[in-house]
């Protein structure tokens, strides 16, 4: 999937490790009888190796990694979900509570979106948001208010990180996130 600017800037940030490469990972799969979902393989070719921080956290991207501190070296951690058509892979090397994961559609679980990319747009959209900005977070009671979401619009929406899922908008000084069906945005900042 081709990156929007903000998102290519994003990337640009994060130090890359040398990683597994991805025909390497699609024959260790193979080899193993385990699935091999072209989303995957996708995800591992375009992202496997960087570094993203999370605080004191850190999660280094890749389906298999030499000498991970959270995964078994050179394996995928697989699961199934319970209606036996679902699988997840494991996505980075990090703290399993941060739900890491790709389902075979290629869905990622950590802050649900369509495909790891549009994380990675929601990352890049933040961090072109806030720039060399101050910003602060938006207080509940004002994302609540009827005039502040009538500001959030179709005609904001930052398409590259919304999905099915959530919508970023972006109007002037502010970015916001809401969750698809939900009355109220989830939250947002403000520059200052």
Not at 28 to 51: M, S
Request: aromatic residues 10%; contains cysteine; hydrophobic residues 40%.
């Amino acid at each position: 999937m081709s990156l929007s600017e903000a998102a290519i800037q994003f990337l640009a940030t994060l130090e890359r490790l040398p990683h597994v490469p991805t025909r390497q990972v699609e024959s260790i799969l193979l080899a193993a009888g385990q699935p091999c979902f072209e989303p995957w393989l996708a995800f591992h070719d375009q992202f496997a190796g960087y570094v993203e921080r999370m605080g004191r956290d850190v999660a280094v991207w890749g389906l298999m990694h030499e000498r991970p501190q959270w995964l078994s070296p050179l394996e995928a951690d697989i699961e199934p979900e319970k209606d036996g058509v679902t699988l997840y892979i494991t996505c980075a090397d990090v703290h399993p509570s941060y739900s890491y994961q790709l389902d075979n559609k290629g869905e990622f679980l950590g802050f649900p979106a369509e495909c790891f990319a549009t994380h990675v747009e929601r990352a890049g959209a933040g961090s072109a948001f806030k720039g060399s900005s101050e910003t602060e977070a938006i207080t509940q009671a004002e994302l609540r208010d009827p005039a502040f979401m009538a500001r959030l619009g179709p005609e904001n929406v930052l398409a590259p990180a919304s999905d099915s899922f959530f919508n970023y908008h972006e109007d002037g000084d502010i970015l916001v996130v809401w969750r698809h069906g939900a009355p109220t945005p989830q939250r947002g900042w403000r520059r200052l």
